[in-house]
């Protein structure tokens, strides 16, 4: 990873925070996609104090579309080269909320968010040799089959579970139909089920049921350090140098459902993604 060029969203908490550290201890040279300018200023520090290099800090709110189109001009403005981008940021939300630009913010964060910051980056990797961008999705593909395009914005009937689990399907349908447009262009694109880690993920809810049951699940759930091994081997190992629009678990290729295996609905979201976001992808 020595002088190797990564940027990575949601490096603040959790997982994404455990695999920056890591990253930058290896000698790789981080940006921090942010948007908590203290937590990002904590997370630089610590990654001094583990001999990495002082990380570059860009304000990004995921819910906000402009901050999100604005971060990745900021980063172009600055750089020449990106070997890796590590979409990692995530939202659990147990009510429905809408973002700055009036989308359920599940699946605005999880997928649009993601969706829009690599299609600005990608000039960039497809400028540096054997650049790869990994997304973080999860098992949690497997709670919906399908888009359910007649209430993409969950107004008709919220669940928690649907909501996220259908933003988490959007990211491998996305890894697919990227990894198809990529081919031959140099860059891959995998995507990963970090497992079940003990995080602050969904704590930002209220109820005592997400206050409590982070508590009780936690001697069963990974730490994010474990969490972090399978993004870790996606942006480094020369294992998987030319593996593209894959599935990974515990740094193996698996299988996603097979409603998360299909080009079609792969497509159909595309479409529907690059519509909403009013932005065509440049390929
Ligand atoms: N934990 C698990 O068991 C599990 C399982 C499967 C998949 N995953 C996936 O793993 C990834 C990381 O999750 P985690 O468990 O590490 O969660 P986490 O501890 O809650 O960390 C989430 C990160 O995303 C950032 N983020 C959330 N909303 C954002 C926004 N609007 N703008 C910018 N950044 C935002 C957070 O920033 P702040 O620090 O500012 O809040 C934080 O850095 C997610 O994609 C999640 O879906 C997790």
Redesign the pocket.
Known sequence: MKDRYIAI??????????TSLELARRGARLTL????RE??SKLSRDITTVGGAEPAIIH?????LG?VRRAAETFLANHKRLDVLL??????NTTRKV?ADGYE?TF???HF?PFLLTGLLLPVLLRSEGARIV??????HAFVKDMGYDDMQAERKYGTFHE?GR??LA?ILFTRRLARDLHGRGVTVNC?????????????NSGLLSRVLPLLLKPF??T?EQ?AKT?IYLCCSDAVAGVSGQYFVKCKQRQPKIWAQDDEAADKLWDYTERCLGFRYPL
């Open positions: 969203t949601g490096a603040t908490a959790g997982i994404g925070r455990a996609f942010c948007r908590n937590k990002a990004m709110d995921m819910a906000d901050s979409n990692n940021a995530g939202v659990v973002t913010e605005a964060v999880n968010a997304n973080v999705s999860s098992a949690a996220y933003s988490k990211n990963l089920h970090p497992g079940a880690v003990s995080t602050s993920l969904g704590t930002q759930f990974l994010p969490g993004s």
